[in-house]
Each structure stands twice: as structure tokens, then as C-alpha cells.
């Protein structure tokens, strides 16, 4: 009866390429309802703050079905950039601030200096500030400016998030989890694109079909970017509320 592609593959799920989501960004920035969003297509309004979570959901990136691992932080402040460990397991960053809290746009700069830094100089973080932030220097990811269902409260200017995603040759999107379902949708399944776009350019020349002998992020950090990245996308929608969820 059921004709989903992905629930007819599910005999196979250890065969499929999984793809590592880190979900980062400053506390209350809606990580959480974001995430959830794209899980289970509902919003919910408040989730434990204490701990982080981890989910696997089956998706669909370029006609082939895939494993996100998604891992929601949760930062204990605006300080907090997260463990190394959680930055080396991620095969690509949801980078998320809050239209309405220009300091979580700023946490957003802060998090990619640091990766920067660990790329560079080990594991011993300390001169963040020294490091410039070239496009050069990009990882995958994708930057989303969350809570845009309030507007009239916005700190942080469309162009500036602009700006940061053409900076690290990204996709960007303005959203609201509390209102939107498939903006979000779109941000994990550009995210997961760009993670197969590494994928295939840092792929030895004789390969099996398994995906599962990936680079580490950090091994592809160290590569080059072609320049036939994304660019930097305005997705950009104030949709209708669609908390009534499609039946699915
Ligand atoms: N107006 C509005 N509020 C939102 C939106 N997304 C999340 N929120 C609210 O923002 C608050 C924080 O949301 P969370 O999803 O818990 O944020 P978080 O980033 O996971 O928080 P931490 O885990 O503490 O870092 C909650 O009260 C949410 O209801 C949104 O799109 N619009």
C-alpha cells in the first residue's frame, strides 16, 4: 500500500550513506523546534534545555536515499562553542541564529572562527580573533536565521546574514520554525546536498558504491572548495501558519 521510496528501502538502512548534522548555534535560537520541525513536520513550543539529542531520520538527497544523524546542541551559553569531539563527528554544520537576538548571530561568527581554529592550529583553541574567515576556509554547511515570524522585533538585517552565508559560500535561509514546515525541510536537504558535493569531490578515483568509507570533516576541511558551491541563496518566506500538519 505504501509507496514512499524511503520506506521501501528501509530493509537496507545499513547500506545507506549517513550523513552527520551538527545543529548549531546559540542558546534559544529554536535549534530544537527547528530540528523537530524537520522530524516530525510539528512545533513544538518548549524543550528541555539540559541535555542535547540525537536522531536518525531517513531522507532523500538527490534521488538517493540517506541517514541523517542529526545532534541538537545545547549550548550552556553564549560562550559555550561546543566540544571538539561534536565538531570532528559532524560531516556538516545547520548553523542557526535568531533574527531576533544579534548576539546569537555573533555566536554564529564566534562557532566558525573556532572550527577554523582547530583546523589550524590543533585542538588548542585560543587565537580565534587572529584567524580571518575566508571563503577558502568554508565548510559544509548552511546558515538559517531563525524566528522570522517576528519581524517588528528583528536585531539581526537580512543583508548581514546575507552577507556571512556568501562569506562561507553557503545556502541561507530566513525561517520560522513556529510557522514553517518545508523552508526547513530545505535548509537539511541543502545541507545534505552540500555534504554529498564534498563527498564526490574529495572521492578517490576508484571507489565502491558505499558511501561509508566518508572523509572525516576534518580530512576535507584540509582540502580545497571548488567553486561551484551554492552560493549564497535568500529563501526567505513568511508562509502562512502550518501547524495544522499534511497527514503523513
Ligand atoms: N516566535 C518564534 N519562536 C520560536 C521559533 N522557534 C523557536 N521559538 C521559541 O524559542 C524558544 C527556544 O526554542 P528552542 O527550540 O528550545 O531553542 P534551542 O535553540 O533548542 O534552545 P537551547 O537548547 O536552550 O539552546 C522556545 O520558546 C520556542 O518556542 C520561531 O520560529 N518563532
Redesign the pocket.
Known sequence: MNSSPIKGIRRKKSLLSEIKVLVV??????????TVRYLTKRYI???D?QSENRYKHEAMINGEPVIFEIL?T??KSDKDLLAVDSIQWADGFLL?YSILDKASFDYIQRFRRHVLEIRNIGTSPGKADQQPATASNTIPCVLVG?????VHLRQVPTHEGEQLAKEMECYFAE?????QVSSIADAFVELGREVHSVRRRSKPPISSSSTHSTPSLFDRMLGSRSSASIGSIRAYARGKSDSALPKD
Request: charged content about 20%; hydrophobic content about 35%; proline content about 7%.
Open positions: 548555534g546559540g542558546p534559544s535560537v529554536g535549534k530544537s523546534a527547528l513550543g518548549e524543550y534545555h541538537d545545547c549550548p542557526v531563525n524566528k522570522a515570524d517576528m525561517v520560522a520554525a513556529a510557522e
